[in-house]
């Protein structure tokens, strides 16, 4: 019960990103489009890994309910994340989105075969990039409905 | 280019308010209709009156369906190397925890439910509209030869 209580009031979100500036856009974006919103970041594979299976372990308030996922990675390549959480029965419920800059098709259709839930290309623009995060948190923080923080009995 | 979403749905009157929606929301789209679970699979794999269905970008699914629920369908279509790839949105009356649980361990790419309100409705399909069919990259369509 506390669990969604928690996840009701603050959506948690986890950005796997390297980019320090891109993880500053993506903070600033999330602040204007819902600040409510509380965002962790890990900033290669291995550190998502070993963050969502402590979440998992632990069964905090913390798990994340959404996950942003880089595909270029220091350590553990955003590929291997994905399967990694897809293939775990603890996590595969939580909505991981691609953000990348890749635009091609192989990492597409990769990214897809691999269970993302969507593909998102990161715009070069500013303006743009704001859009882009205000409709993930319209659609997946406010309409989509969200599996809870327990684990499936 | 004409956007293909596939619908499945069993009530007319929710075909209906789709269609109204999604017509108001983007002239592009093509919104095919399966009325159960048995149609929605021949449209996909092309069998018999759907030999020439083109390949959705996008499938809508309702859960409770005639003759092969939404959970099956949804099965079906992540188990078929060819169909997976197809990002599939659970569209549902139900905001049971159980379903929704259920329906992403089944690799549903989404879950919504359906509003009562009308004008709620038109809202969502709007959000479907810019988010899958606006910024989300799709997987090209892919002709077997």
């Known amino acids: 019960m506390n669990g969604i209580e928690v996840r009701d009031g603050h959506p948690q979100v986890l950005l796997v990103e390297d980019d320090p500036g891109d993880v500053r856009l993506t903070q600033e974006a999330f602040h204007q489009a819902n600040p409510s919103v509380q965002l962790h970041v890990a900033s290669d594979g291995v550190e998502a890994m070993a963050y969502l299976r402590q979440q998992a372990v632990q069964g905090t308030a913390l798990r994340p309910d959404l996950i942003l996922l880089d595909l270029n990675l220091p350590k553990m390549d955003g590929r291997q994340v994905l399967a990694s959480i897809k293939e775990d029965a603890g996590l595969k419920t939580i909505p991981t989105i691609i953000l990348t800059t890749s635009e091609a098709e192989a990492d597409i259709a990769k990214g897809y075969l691999l269970q993302a839930n969507c593909y998102l290309c990161k715009p070069v623009q500013l303006d743009a990039f704001e859009i882009l995060i205000k409709s993930v948190s319209d659609l997946w923080l406010s309409n989509a409905k969200l599996s809870q923080k327990r684990l499936v009995e | ?145």
């Not at chain 2, 308010?17 to 017509?23: H, P, S, Y």
């Not at chain 2, 108001?24 to 794999?45: P, T, Y």
């Open chain 2, 1 to 145: 280019m004409p956007i293909e979403v596939l619908l499945v749905e069993d009530s007319p009157g929710d075909v209906r308010l789709t269609q109204e929606a999604f017509r108001d929301a983007n002239k592009a789209i093509h919104l095919h209709v399966a009325a159960d679970g048995v149609e929605a699979m021949a449209f996909l794999r092309r069998e018999g009156i759907h030999a020439q269905a083109p390949r959705p970008e996008l499938i809508l699914l309702d859960l409770n369906l005639p003759k092969m629920d939404g959970r099956e369908v949804l099965a079906h279509i992540k188990e078929d190397s060819n169909l997976k790839t197809i990002p599939t949105v659970i569209l549902t009356t139900s905001e049971a925890e159980v379903d929704i649980v259920k329906s992403y361990q089944l690799q549903a790419n989404c879950y919504l439910t359906k509003p009562v309100q009308l004008d709620a409705f038109e809202a969502l399909v709007k959000s479907i509209n810019d988010f899958w069919l606006t910024k989300v990259k799709l997987p090209q369509q892919r002709q077997n030869g």
